[in-house]
């Protein structure tokens, strides 16, 4: 096949090695799959613990030196290859390619840190990007690559709307695949054809779903939870106190299963036109060959890459350009056989940055995402996320309600909760950004327990149907560790000096009196709860608010129902709502705060976060070791390791803090 720019990339399997592949001046240059890298680009753009490792080990003369070479390439505009330098006219027609090889985030992050880690994007920029795609009339279909088996099921749902909005432009979305699992399957129904491999395994086996339980773990080591709730479902506490769910978070489990399931079921139905029996044979067949699924309506087509790009270039023409970077920005970025091209990769990283023009008005968007926490969080050089720490969430509320050129915000919640303390100081910010400019909330994969909690200031929320959330409960309790000590030869002799002086004390369990002080704790966090949820919702809620509460989980379509959501709706749909409270009829969109430069993280990092003049500082977060490792777990398990690092994660902010806003971990398949 020849390697001309009007060719297209296909991913081939998971198991393959890929060539690697870089855009030139928004075209799709490429090394086909399988082929040998040069030795300069495999070097350059390693992956993994070798290219972290030598960031890491710069030393400050390193980095002088880098950003020295960097202002001077900048300055001189040295080479970049043979590809900018030249002028190409417009193509007459575009085909633009969506190729999900990688991680589906939620924060956006520097295009440039994505060469030195794995390929992926956020879900805004896809979302945007399907968008400019179904606007631009040069763009005269889209394809759609799927190998992310990790999508959310809300990130599915957001992906699969903007997808219909490109076919409600009259142009055809084209899903191709050498496999399909269910949530992928549920992403490619959203697409005007299907096609797969003649190979290809098509496992879309109905929904299965698991509970994590630790207790039995922590009798073999000795440990004892002693662990108090608000509310029989308020099932988090399960995960150390129970071997099997307790019969409330058994029915909980089922009816989140029940609409999951009757969720998914629809898009089926809805993508490939069938009706509900049919959808459920499917289901219930589970696994399919290519030609199986063709012969029984779950595909259009089975052919290979090849057929597919040549089913394509018959459509829309020969000379048709598929760009595979459609919509990214600054996409003439690297041409590898200029010698120039490695240290333009340092100039764009080290480099100054432009000189901005004046901000339009624009709506913000604000991301509590991850496990919330209090503090500030150490920021990733290579981008990755740590968590929703409250000094990181405050500030950026804050600089939100300062800027006079963003109108309204949006608040995207993806997270199970966490520190009620750190949930309050997000709230509180809420409040006062709200008192100035309109405030709304999205709600991604889910939003429970402390994830709802911060949502408490919003008048209008908007979530996907299949969005978790809910969870209006608090638990707080502790682990006594002195059993476990014992197995391994080392004692401990406690001296207190009150009556309630071992509260935190990991030497036992809770004394009566101890537990009747803790109880009264937590009946008063949960009074603020409740009384947060009443506040904003009041008439809005279908049911008295004990028979909503109680740590019970929806999905967002049941909280739609029930009064907790106000919409259902993706990120867009509600940046859209707000820009009409705003009467903004042409605006921007940015991420607040703007994320941040390869060399602003590191420094960063180096420094222990940026000074705040105008703040007293909170004490950043550091990584755990199973955090550090957490890179290299998910090859083993992906789900479960997933799980178990997010059980330890809330033990740790039960350990650190005694009282804990968060829902019950679930294992979904994907």
């Known amino acids: 096949m020849s390697t001309s720019d009007a060719e297209l990339t296909i991913p081939h399997s998971r198991n393959q090695t890929h060539g690697v592949a870089m855009p030139v001046s928004g075209c799709a240059k490429r090394l086909e799959c399988g082929e040998p890298a040069p030795a300069f680009g495999r070097a350059a753009l390693a992956e993994g613990a070798s290219t972290r490792g030598a960031f890491q080990t710069l030393g400050a003369m390193g980095v002088l030196w880098t950003v020295s070479l960097a202002s001077m390439l900048v300055a001189s505009g040295a080479p970049a290859g043979r590809a900018e330098q030249a002028t190409e006219e417009k193509p007459r027609s575009i085909v633009a390619v969506f190729r999900l090889d990688g991680p589906v985030t939620e924060v956006p992050a520097d295009d440039v840190l994505q060469i030195f880690g794995p390929s992926g994007a956020s879900l805004k920029d896809l979302v945007t990007r399907l968008g400019k795609a179904a606007a631009d009339p040069e763009v005269k279909a889209v394809v759609v690559l799927p190998q992310t088996p990790g999508l959310g099921s809300a990130q599915i749902e957001e992906l699969s709307g903007a997808m219909a909005q490109v076919r409600k432009h009259s142009k055809e979305v084209f899903v191709h695949a050498d496999s399909l ?77 029940d609409s999951w399931y009757a969720s998914f079921k629809e898009q089926i ?11 459920q044979s499917w289901l219930d067949n589970g696994l399919y060959t290519a030609d199986q699924a063709k012969a029984d309506g779950l595909i259009d087509a089975v052919e290979h890459h090849a057929d597919f790009e040549a089913m394509l270039k018959q459509r ?29 990769i340092w100039a764009q990283l080290f480099g100054a940055q432009a000189q901005k023009a004046e901000p339009k008005p624009a709506v913000g968007i604000v991301y509590v995402n991850g496990l919330i ?28 309600a300062r800027d006079d050129s963003i109108k309204a915000v949006v608040l995207r919640i993806d997270s199970p909760g966490g520190s009620a303390t750190a949930s309050e100081i997000i709230l509180d910010a809420t409040r006062r950004l709200k008192a100035k400019k309109p405030l709304v ?65 990991t030497d036992d369990v809770f004394t009566d ?45 049941q909280a739609l129902d029930l009064g907790l959501v106000d919409r ?35 420094t960063e990092r180096a420094s222990g976060g940026k000074d705040e003049p105008g703040h007293v500082a909170s004490d950043a977060a550091g990584n755990s070791l199973l955090k550090l490792a957490a890179p290299y777990l998910p090859n083993l398990d992906r789900r479960r390791t997933a799980a178990i690092t997010s059980a330890l994660d809330r033990l740790q902010i039960l350990r650190k803090e005694g009282v804990v806003l968060a829902m019950p971990g679930f294992l979904l398949q994907e």
């Open 568 to 602: 259902l709706g993706a990120l867009s749909d509600a940046v859209a709502f707000a820009a009409d409270e705003a009467k903004l009829k042409i605006y921007d969109v940015r991420v607040v705060p703007e994320p941040k430069s390869f060399l602003e993280r590191l």
């Open 181 to 257: 699992e269910l949530g992928e399957y549920l992403l490619a129904c959203g697409a005007s054809r299907i096609s797969v491999v003649p190979t290809a395994m098509l496992a879309i086996p109905g929904l299965h779903a698991s509970s994590l339980h630790l207790r039995g773990l922590l009798d073999k080591l000795g440990v004892k939870p002693d662990i108090l709730t608000e509310g029989a479902y308020k099932s988090a506490a399960e995960l150390f106190t129970r071997e099997q769910p307790s019969p409330e978070a058994d029915e909980m489990m089922n009816w989140l299963m």
């Open 316 to 344: 829309y023409g020969e000379d048709v350009r598929f760009e595979r970077r459609y919509g990214v920005k600054g996409q003439a970025e690297l041409d590898l056989s200029s010698p120039w091209a490695f240290l333009k």
């Open 441 to 505: 909330v999205s709600m991604g994969n889910v939003a429970g327990s402390g994830g709802y909690y911060v949502a408490c200031a919003a008048d209008t929320v908007f979530a996907d149907a299949t969005t978790l959330t809910g969870s209006i409960g608090v638990l707080g309790g502790k682990l006594a560790t002195t059993e476990m000590w014992r197995k391994i030869g080392v004692t401990f002799k406690e001296y207190k000096r009150g009556q309630n002086a071992g509260m935190f004390s």
């Open 269 to 279: 139905a809805q993508g490939r036109k069938a009706d509900a029996a049919k959808v």
């Open 513 to 557: 009196s101890e537990r009747a002080r803790m109880r009264a704790f937590l009946d008063e966090d949960y009074a603020a709860f409740k009384k947060h949820v009443t506040d904003i919702r009041g008439q809005r809620l279908k049911k008295p608010l004990e028979e909503l509460a109680g740590g019970r989980v929806y999905t967002g379509k």
């Open 373 to 400: 926490q209090t503090g500030k969080g150490l920021p990733d050089p290579f981008g990755g996320e740590m968590g929703a720490f409250s000094t990181d969430v405050r500030e950026a509320l804050e600089k939100a």
